[in-house]
């Protein structure tokens, strides 16, 4: 081939096959272009003959190599190509032959079905022997189609076609090329749509991610931890704090109980279209609540499809150490940690396994006080609101979270009270309480019931000298109170609280902040409401019962603790309640001068919100002294609407 004649003969056998196997439509056989199964295997068997020279001679017959590189991406010829290189792979160089790579990887998809998975055989050929020069191009590609609208769109098409063979070629690859697994994931893990991305976008990715584990099991604990992390990363970046009050009705419902069957609808984050002159904070917070909305549904619809046990096990597993790694020591996620909470409902054992981890984690005591305090708290809020925790199982953590709080009595009762030294404590103590609050009827109506909550001795936990009731939220504290004296047989904690009045505590804590804990009660109500429908009937709504509404309908307005801690938003659990000793004197009311409607309207932005009667002001205290609160206006939701707990 060194000779003049050699170099024009591969010329013109590059040239004649393009233009042979070009012809017109009608010449067509099945076997392929240009005639029966049997002429099109001759066709590439002579074709690949010449891309074997060309190949070979690319550096000194620079022109038919063009002409090969060219041809690749013409549409009536790319299958008799790519079938021809398949059988040359060897001789491709990532050097040598970038031009010709360059079209492979820039390769349109939106073609017939067998042009396709000739190109994937052409690929899974380059890699098997070529080892892992070309895996990450090739895997970068595919994963790129993960967000390509035209394939990942089932309106398209190409969807029911292409879809599939995407996995396809990523299944075979990883199956040729031992080493391509650490590097599918990197790419999983960078070409992960960006927070601002389009819902659309998110949730094909997402989607995509969950179908590699189907293929690929291995690969199911890193796309969990990649799939967490990046939900957690939309879930802190909705920041009511950033939103001025009088435009927080506008992005939270107020949360009430489930009356979808009275025909009453919830308001609901993100449910409602961008308006045209809407705030672009606003706008942000609902478009990143509906993502979240989105991706946590297609995770949920995952795991309800795994029809196996076994697996089932498996993801439970896999989620506990992704709880522990990623959810439990973000400060005051809202959603994401409900992914956990729908996988212990499927099984008592799952539900077993999480308290047990989280009971262990706060008695052993071998981790920061951020992530102790963090554990008390999920435990509090997972007894108080899943309806699937059997009576028994709230006996056992109740007694062990009094069980740890009278030995730290023991060690530590002595002492002032301090929310900084002794944070865990109070928050052990309050979460034991919150449970009480919600869980008060099932565990009174066991066998001895009652003389189960007289052993727990909550009395001596609440007289000790680090006075916690002074210290946890008001609200759990008033409703504890309300419980006991409701409840023959119960010790109350009048007198703490009367003896409460008079003491006052320092504002700061000896390690310094604020002498107060910080609240957090991690399944609050959960308002998205694409994957709200997973956890109907498993999630306990706080109800007051109509005693309690009577009850409150006579109290006097009274001052409240009106500290930024104590204002919670987005709660159910609020409670309006005056409170009389044995002389009948007043000693705490918590109460409005507000008339509410009886009726939750659609306001704004479609979210719920409550409405006002003309009687504007709003009174709310503590210990007889009177002072204003809050002054609405008339007919505007209540502000300090959000994410939080126990509060108007």
Avoid at 535 to 549: C, L, N, V
Avoid at 568 to 587: I, K, L, P, V
Avoid at 601 to 617: K, N, P, T, V
Wanted: charged share 25%; hydrophobic share 35%; aromatic share 12%.
């Amino acid at each position: 081939f060194a000779c003049r004649e050699s170099r024009r003969k591969v010329v013109c056998l590059v040239m004649a096959l393009y233009n042979v196997y070009s012809r017109d439509e009608s010449n067509k056989g099945k076997g392929g272009p240009g005639g029966s199964e049997e002429e099109t295997e001759e066709r590439i068997r002579v074709m690949a003959k010449g891309c074997n020279n060309t190949l070979q001679r690319s550096e000194q017959q620079p022109v038919p190599y063009k002409h090969l590189a060219a041809a690749i991406g013409d549409k009536q010829t790319q299958y008799l190509w790519y079938r021809s290189l398949s059988k040359c792979v060897s001789l491709v160089c990532s050097e040598r032959h970038q031009l010709l790579l360059a079209n492979v990887w820039t390769f349109e998809w939106e073609t017939d079905f067998r042009t396709v998975w000739a190109y994937l055989d052409f690929l899974i050929h380059l890699n098997s022997c070529h080892g892992s020069t070309f895996v990450y191009h090739t895997l970068k590609m595919l994963v790129k189609k993960f967000k390509d609208p035209q394939i990942q769109n089932p309106q398209s098409p190409y969807y029911e076609a292409l879809h599939p063979l995407v996995h396809e070629g990523i299944r075979r690859t990883l199956a040729a090329v031992p080493g391509a697994a650490s590097k599918l994931y990197n790419l999983l893990s960078s070409e992960f749509p960006h927070a601002s991305a389009s819902i659309i976008e998110q949730q094909a990715y997402v989607h995509n991610l969950l179908t590699v584990i189907e293929y690929c099991p291995r690969f199911r604990e890193p796309i969990f931890h990649l799939l967490i992390d990046k939900i957690i990363q939309i879930d802190v970046s909705i920041k009511l704090e950033e939103v001025p009050d009088d435009e927080i009705e506008n992005l939270f419902s107020v949360d009430v109980p489930d009356n979808s069957q009275n025909g009453n609808e919830v308001g609901w984050f993100g449910d409602c279209d961008f308006e045209e002159n809407e705030d672009p904070r606003v706008a942000e917070h609902r478009e990143s609540a509906q993502k979240l909305d989105v991706i946590i549904d297609l995770v949920l619809q995952y795991i309800i499809s795994r029809g196996s046990e076994k697996e089932r096990d498996e993801i439970f597993e896999v989620l506990i150490r992704v709880f522990d790694a990623l959810i439990l020591s973000t400060y005051k996620s809202k959603y994401t940690q409900f992914i956990m909470f729908y996988m212990c409902r499927m099984k008592e054992a799952y539900v077993e396994r999480f308290l047990c981890f989280l009971c262990d984690k706060v008695i052993r005591g071998e981790a920061s006080t951020l992530m102790l305090q963090s554990s008390a708290a999920y435990i509090g809020s997972f007894v108080g609101r899943a309806t699937f925790i059997s009576p028994k199982m709230t006996q056992e953590v109740l007694f062990k979270l009094l069980e740890w709080s009278h030995q730290y009595i023991s060690q530590h009762g002595h002492e002032v009270p301090d929310a900084g030294k002794h944070a865990l404590f109070y928050s052990i103590c309050q979460s034991a309480m919150y449970i009480f609050c919600f869980k008060n009827e099932h565990l009174i109506n066991e066998p001895d019931g009652i003389e189960f909550i007289r052993k727990l001795n909550f009395i001596e936990i609440l007289e000790a000298n680090l006075n916690p009731l002074k210290l946890i939220l008001t609200e759990v504290t008033l409703e504890f109170d309300k419980i006991c004296r409701k409840v023959s047989g119960l010790p109350t904690i009048t007198s703490i609280l009367r003896r409460n009045e008079n003491i006052v505590l320092p504002t700061k804590a000896a390690w310094g902040g604020d002498n107060q804990i910080d609240s957090f009660f991690p399944f609050d109500p959960f308002l998205l409401r694409g994957s709200s429908k997973h956890f109907k009937g498993a999630y306990q709504f706080w109800q007051s019962s109509p005693e309690d509404e009577d009850e409150d309908s006579r109290s006097e307005s009274r001052e409240r603790d009106r500290s930024p801690q104590r204002r919670r938003r987005n709660s159910d659990f609020a409670m309006s309640t005056s409170y009389e000793d044995e002389r009948g004197a007043s000693y705490g009311s918590f109460s409005t001068s507000v008339e509410m409607s009886n009726s939750w309207s659609r306001h704004g932005q479609g979210i719920a919100c409550m409405e006002l009667s003309e009687d504007e002001d709003m009174d709310l205290g503590f210990g007889g002294a009177q002072n204003d609160f809050l002054d609405l206006d008339a007919g505007v939701a209540f502000k300090g609407v959000g994410a939080g707990l126990f509060s108007f």
